[in-house]
């Protein structure tokens, strides 16, 4: 996914207030006070100025629900891949990319991050992999790993619920998910880091050549787990994507070829990370803050129906994605505003989520919702996300594993206080001091 980062050094405190004439002129995602509480700018921009030009972050803002629904329609002229690659390693690409060709086994382009027709062969022949079906396969050994790990803090009383639970759940979950051992929260954050740091335009040089270590070490231990499959496919998602084909009319069968593969496993690696952590980062926060949600999901955690809709409403009332970028193909005029070939838009999905002429009361949390499931906090058309059945099952599995553990989860700071991560990708707690007790019986 292009997820675009912000200035680190941007000013924190937005000068003007909502309701200021100037208000929409001054306001920006680069500010830390709009990051922390986005919810004003995105009202202001989807009621006044829907299509809106930041003019710090330098792009134009998509807030309304149904202009990212025009956007995600036609990803052709609104396209995700052409704008990934003019930023990716941004100033160093071709000494990144010998780097990678010398020591990490070669240079794989992201082939998720592109264009139909070529997207449409690689979603096809990759879909298989992540159906519903695929994936309840692997429920069991996911629900391990989460009541393992959350027996293990249950009785501590206290906790950061991003840094000692959301995150390495979410490195546990995926590495089973994917097959492989390496447990090592701490590496598999830094080859992460590496790995976005090319399309956030920050590093220097330096950084750079730091960072292509990094991808090389991932890259190499990835091939390695690869070749395993090639030889031993196992029930596991690098098994399903080294062996994915499809058989055409004619009988010849199609398969990704080795490059491609790499570049697969590395995105779900990545992709699912930072979003999934996010997710169950905020469900902390959400049961923390509403214990009468929490008694309520306690007293049905049995009836699936109702787990389901509760963590639907979850994610579209605490979209883990803020924004995602597309770049222009053309000159186009979308809901009247001129935007020339070239333009760098970002998809708000965490705006077009709250949007109230499709949500009634959209920061409500309201399981009855008629349309409930139709929020974008997995974007929509051909990029909508791959891995959703397995960050559902995810989130729902939590979610019933934590609150059948823990009790009486409540903040140990001024939700004032809470800091969020700067960036405008996702909306994502830093830090998170609770307070519990271990749920006996
Ligand atoms: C709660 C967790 C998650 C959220 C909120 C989320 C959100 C999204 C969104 C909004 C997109 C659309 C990108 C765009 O419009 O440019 C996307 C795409 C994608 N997601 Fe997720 N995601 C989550 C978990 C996962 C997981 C667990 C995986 C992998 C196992 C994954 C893999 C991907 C991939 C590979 C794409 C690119 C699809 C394409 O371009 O065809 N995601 N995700």
């Known amino acids: 996914m292009a997820a675009p980062a912000i200035d680190k050094d941007a000013p924190k405190i937005c000068p003007v207030k909502p309701g200021d004439p100037n208000y929409l002129d001054e306001a920006s995602l680069v500010y ?47 396209a995700v891949g052409a704008g990934y690659r003019e930023q990716y390693s941004k100033g160093f690409f071709e000494e990144f990319k010998a780097i990678l060709e010398k020591d990490g ?14 997207h449409t062969r690689i979603r096809r022949l990759i879909e298989g992999t992540f159906t519903a079906h695929k994936v309840k396969e692997l429920e069991g050994r996911i629900r391990k790993v989460v009541v393992d790990l959350i027996d293990s803090f249950a009785g501590n009383g206290s906790c950061d619920a991003v840094r000692d639970f959301a995150i390495p759940v979410t490195i546990h979950v995926i590495c089973e998910q994917l097959g492989i051992s390496l447990y090592d929260a701490k590496k598999i954050s830094r080859w ?8 956030g335009r920050m590093q220097n040089r330096e950084q750079m050549i730091e960072n292509a270590r990094h991808i090389c070490e991932l890259q190499k231990y990835l091939i390695n787990e690869m070749k395993d499959r090639e030889a031993n496919p196992k029930n596991d998602l690098i098994s399903g994507i080294v062996h994915a084909s499809v058989t055409h009319e004619d009988g010849t069968v199609e398969k990704l070829t080795f490059e491609e593969a790499v570049s697969i496993v590395r995105a779900v690696l990545i992709a699912g990370n930072d979003t999934t952590a996010t997710a ?23 009836d699936d129906r109702f787990v389901t809709r509760f963590v639907e409403e979850h994610l579209r009332r605490m979209p883990p994605i ?26 708000v999905y965490g705006s077009g989520n709250h949007d109230p002429q499709q949500f009634p009361d959209p920061l409500e949390f309201k399981m009855d919702r008629p349309n409930l499931g139709r929020h974008v906090v997995f974007g929509g058309g051909v990029h909508r996300c791959i ?21 009486d989860l409540r903040l140990a700071i001024d939700p004032g206080d809470i800091r969020y991560m700067p960036t405008v990708a996702t909306q994502t707690i830093a830090n998170l001091p609770v307070t519990f007790s271990r749920r006996e019986g």
């Open 32 to 78: 830390e006070d709009i990051l922390a509480n986005p919810e004003p700018y995105y009202e202001a921009m989807r009621e006044h100025d829907p299509v809106h030009y930041d003019k710090k972050l330098q792009m134009w803002l998509i807030t309304r629900y149904e202009d990212l629904q025009t956007v995600n329609a036609d990803p052709n002229l609104y």
């Open 105 to 118: 086994g070669g240079f794989f382009p992201d082939a998720i991050m592109s264009e139909p027709p070529y």
């Open 192 to 199: 992460s880091e590496a790995v976005t740091a090319q399309i």
């Open 280 to 302: 169950l980062g905020n469900l902390a926060y959400l049961l923390a803050t509403r214990p009468d949600l929490a008694e309520a999901l306690y007293e049905n955690v049995d």
């Open 322 to 347: 803020r924004g995602l970028s597309r770049l222009t193909m053309e000159d186009t005029v979308l809901n009247g505003k001129h935007l020339p070939k070239g333009s760098h838009l970002l998809n």
């Open 387 to 407: 891995g959703l059945a397995l960050a559902r099952m995810e989130v729902k599995i939590v979610a019933q594993e934590l609150i059948r553990r823990v009790k």
